[in-house]
């Protein structure tokens, strides 16, 4: 017996939007669970304290200051670098072996796994250059492992550039550097700042690249220069959740819920550049 | 897109900002040559100071120079298989419902909350493993403990979906609407259309994001690290999944904080990152000439 068509399709379909609400779900009940479960520890002491008592009382400041300045440090490090690359791509490369061998390179830099960022960081940063375990160290291994996001993103949004913009440029009688700082790079500057934003928010919460270059397992004080260790929130977390017996879980809880609104700032930061950018362009 | 230029007066400062920015452009080629230098220059000791047939072995026990590596290259095959096994299905039919079936406003919600669930730090995920699902792992499997493969594997699964959802997306996207619109024309089912047509037009592109997807999972690290159980035995039989296991990237980020720089254990360990180095650049190396053979040129929108 052959099924009737149209009764597959609402089969099919059904399945696909369970898939697709299954995907969902889970996402809305994390992000609840930890907020329920985490808004009892918030108090100005947990963000502004230091952490107490075998980190068990007080707060996580220090972590917070930390994972503030390696944030910065790897947008520091990606920026430059990353725009400078994309700009290379985009405006200047011609279409050959080398320009598709770089383009290799960055999709196999973004396919490196987090923990070889961090062996790498340790064996040139850490070792060989010998910052030491330092907030420098920790900060250019984040920002290289920023690098293939900031460098895609930046391409991706030179290139939605009108090629009339360039055409006209060259016209006037601009040069192609002329044209890429006056008028390419404007127009494209709010796609850039949301590539580099979020590739910054995944900097932020990633822990396995900080283990062997920055982290401290306890440290309760701000670091004083870029040589300093420093603690910082994923890695707090790691350490409260799985290293510290009799650890309260309602500053588990709290310190991934500020963990978790940290990041999620940063990618509505993203996504607000994005809406209020498209909605003024006007190509 | 670069317009030929009309010969000028060389500015310096101009002639200077050029080949800067085209050393960042190179500087990408650089980047992955150092790292595979420093991993070979911290690993390879540990080829001479320890037998191969030591590294072949199956027992992993550090402390007794026993350096196996096979339970930890297993570990890492069975957890990112599990895992893609779950997210393959989940995240193309999540494609497909995105790209062909949501009206717009779904689709408004969906593509961020995709992003969203990509922007959660694995830490967090880990968390929730230990605090969630693995005592509902427990509960449901009977076994003394829920800190298993299984567990790794569930968690690995969600963290894999963005990858392989906006890969698939991308492919279904790039099949011209010409062949729906003579799918139609044949009176075939928007169903039909999806099934007979679309994804085997995008057939390259699905691989592609399996690929990546693989590449996502087996990299991942701290996830896996806490509810995995961390145990290095080989995991082998039918109830591995429901025994703790131990990945390669779990047994670095574990050890390499306690080792002695410059030590066998250390320089094994770089080994075990140079093992993950290389099998991540293949995989990326196959997945993008795949992307160059279906556009030319234009990689880098599947990376962001």
Known sequence: ?283 | MPIPEVPKDVDWREFFVEQLIRLMGVSAIALVLVMFLFLVREGVPSLVEVPLSNLLGQRWYPTFEIYGLMPLILGSLLVTVGAIAISLPLGVATAIFIGEIAPSWVREILKPSVEVIAGIPSVVIGFIGIQLVSPLVRQFSGAPTGLTALTGVLLLAYMALPTIISIAEDALDAVPDSYRHAAFALSATEWQTVWRVVLPAARPGIVTAVMLGVGRAIGETMTVMMVAGNAARMPLGLDAFLRPVRTMTATIAAEMGEVARGSTHYHVLFVVGLALFIITFLINLAAALTIFRQQRGGGGRFLA
């Open chain 1, 1 to 283: 017996m052959r099924i009737p068509r149209y009764t597959a399709q609402k089969v099919a379909f059904g399945i696909i939007t369970v898939a697709a609400v299954s995907v969902l779900i889970p996402l809305v009940l994390v992000i609840g669970y930890i907020l329920v479960q985490g808004i009892g520890a918030i108090s100005w002491e947990f963000i502004t304290a230091m952490p107490r008592g075998g980190m068990r009382e007080g707060g996580i400041f220090p972590a917070l200051i930390g994972t503030i300045w390696l944030t910065l440090g790897a947008g520091v490090t990606s920026i430059p670098l990353g725009v400078g690359a994309g700009v290379y791509l985009a405006e200047y490369a011609p279409d050959n072996w080398f320009t598709r061998t770089i383009r290799l390179a960055i999709i196999n830099l973004a396919g490196v796994p987090s923990v070889v960022y961090g062996l790498f960081g340790l064996g040139l940063f850490v070792i060989f250059l010998r910052f030491g375990m330092s907030i420098l160290a920790g900060s250019l291994t984040l920002g290289i492992m920023t690098l293939p996001v900031v460098i895609s993103t930046t391409e991706q949004a030179l290139t939605t550039v009108p090629q009339s913009f360039r055409v006209v440029n060259a016209s006037l009688g601009g040069t192609t550097w002329q044209g890429v700082r006056k008028v390419i790079l404007p127009q494209a500057l709010p796609g850039i700042m949301t590539g580099v934003v979020l590739g910054l928010e995944r900097a932020a919460g990633e822990t396995a690249p900080i283990l062997f270059t920055v982290a401290a397992f306890f440290l309760p004080r701000l670091p004083h220069s870029v040589f300093d260790q420093t603690m910082a929130l994923p890695y707090h977390l790691f350490v409260i959740s799985t290293q510290v017996p009799g650890m309260p879980i309602k500053i588990q809880y709290g310190t991934a819920l500020v963990l978790l609104v940290f990041v999620l700032t940063m990618n509505l930061l993203a996504t607000l550049i994005r809406r209020y950018y498209r909605r003024r362009r006007q190509w």
